[in-house]
């Protein structure tokens, strides 16, 4: 297979080709690609926690935190730095080289608790963890005040498409989520940017959603493919299971489109068999979030993974791999 460049340009009708190619030979493609830039036998293992849980004002219909949603979650405000820093050791101790903390908010404030986050986010990093914040809407100031504590990268997500991004979320606009984006890459700290399949949307919005992200002035330095996990209260909980099969080729088509980012198998992976997982590794995944929880909805356990990766032959990526890199040529 000829060599794939790195692209900020590719067309509707270019990402459509590539989806909808047979899927074994969208996933030997997407294989080939993975193994010309990166180490097919190592995944980035991560690990995700609510450091402020529900009570959110945001309207996100899949989302169990909610204040609107009768959804059985537990309003629980800032966690202690020092109970957030015993999480991220334990995290640690158990293989995880990025720690994410994740805040119920519709955007930061500049106030008392975003100066603990700020502490909290010093502190992850002295433990020698990649840090991750997802907090909401952010300006260029307070992601500056983030790198300067040593973020090292931001979850936004755009969820789907454009057109389709109304039908599921009104409190904040696309572009509300592109400029998040803007003033985090300006402030030197990458990117973690996927969506969500399975929010009703169709194959033209999924699409969408790769084009918008493959198009970046940067592609994302991690891209999460979620599946739709359907929670009882929310407005989408009756929506059917998102098929293993669309999981795969969403993430082949991400691999392809975006050749350097971390491709992660995350939301929904809790429903997924170890060999179907190892189907989306072949596919191009080499990204997880691990650890009973992610944010408030099941995800398999430190000991489920561990024995995952003994199984396939896999080894943890080490933090920072990119840096060290970059020092060393």
């Given amino acids: 297979m000829q060599e794939v460049q790195i692209r900020h340009d590719w067309t509707l009708e270019e990402i459509k080709e590539i989806y909808n190619t047979p899927l074994l030979e969208l996933i030997f493609q997407a294989a080939s690609v993975h193994r010309q830039h990166q180490d097919t036998g190592e995944v980035q293992v991560c690990t995700l926690l609510s450091i402020k849980t529900g009570g959110c004002s945001e309207?996100?219909?899949?989302?169990?935190?909610?204040?609107?949603?009768?959804?059985?979650?537990?309003v629980k405000a800032l966690m202690?730095?020092?109970?957030?820093?015993?999480?991220?050791?334990?995290?640690?101790?158990?293989?995880?080289?990025r720690f994410c903390m994740g805040a119920a908010w519709r955007e930061v404030r500049d106030n008392r608790d975003f100066d603990r986050?700020?502490?909290?986010?010093?502190?992850?990093?002295?433990?020698?963890?990649?840090?991750?914040?997802?907090l909401g809407m952010l300006t260029e100031s307070q992601a500056q005040r983030l790198a300067e504590a040593g973020l090292y990268s931001y979850n936004?997500?755009?969820?789907?498409?454009?057109?389709?991004?109304?039908?599921?979320?009104?409190?904040?606009?696309?572009?509300?989520?592109?400029?998040?984006?803007?003033?985090?890459?300006?402030?030197?700290?990458?990117?973690?940017?996927?969506?969500?399949?399975?929010?009703?949307?169709?194959?033209?919005d999924r699409l969408g959603m790769l084009h918008t992200l493959s198009n970046l002035p940067e592609h994302p330095d991690s891209v999460p493919i979620n599946a739709l996990v359907?929670?009882?209260?929310?407005?989408?909980?009756?929506?059917?299971?998102?098929?293993?099969?669309?999981?795969?080729?969403m993430i082949a088509t991400?691999?392809?489109?975006?050749p350097k980012a971390m491709v992660r198998l995350s939301a929904g992976r809790a429903e997924m068999s170890v060999a179907e997982q190892a189907f989306c590794f072949m596919a191009g995944a080499n990204s997880i979030?691990?650890?009973?929880?992610?944010?408030t909805t099941p995800n398999?356990?430190?000991?489920?993974?561990?024995?995952?990766?003994?199984?396939?032959?896999?080894?943890?990526?080490?933090?920072?791999?990119?840096?060290?890199?970059?020092?060393c040529c």
């Fill in 59 to 74: 309207d996100c219909a899949y989302c169990p935190q909610a204040a609107r949603y009768n959804t059985g979650i537990d």
């Fill in 80 to 97: 202690q730095k020092d109970e957030v820093l015993q999480f991220a050791q334990k995290a640690k101790d158990a293989g995880s080289t």
């Fill in 117 to 134: 986050i700020i502490d909290m986010v010093k502190g992850v990093n002295e433990i020698g963890l990649e840090v991750c914040c997802t």
């Fill in 156 to 204: 936004h997500n755009l969820d789907t498409s454009k057109e389709h991004y109304g039908e599921i979320i009104t409190t904040r606009t696309y572009d509300d989520r592109l400029q998040t984006l803007d003033n985090v890459r300006k402030a030197g700290v990458t990117v973690c940017c996927g969506g969500i399949i399975g929010l009703g949307e169709s194959h033209e």
């Fill in 230 to 249: 359907r929670v009882e209260g929310t407005p989408l909980s009756h929506l059917p299971k998102v098929e293993f099969w669309d999981m795969a080729r």
């Fill in 254 to 258: 991400a691999r392809i489109l975006m």
């Fill in 289 to 295: 979030f691990t650890g009973e929880k992610l944010l």
């Fill in 300 to 327: 398999p356990s430190f000991d489920e993974d561990r024995m995952m990766f003994e199984m396939l032959g896999l080894t943890a990526r080490e933090a920072f791999k990119e840096e060290k890199a970059a020092a």
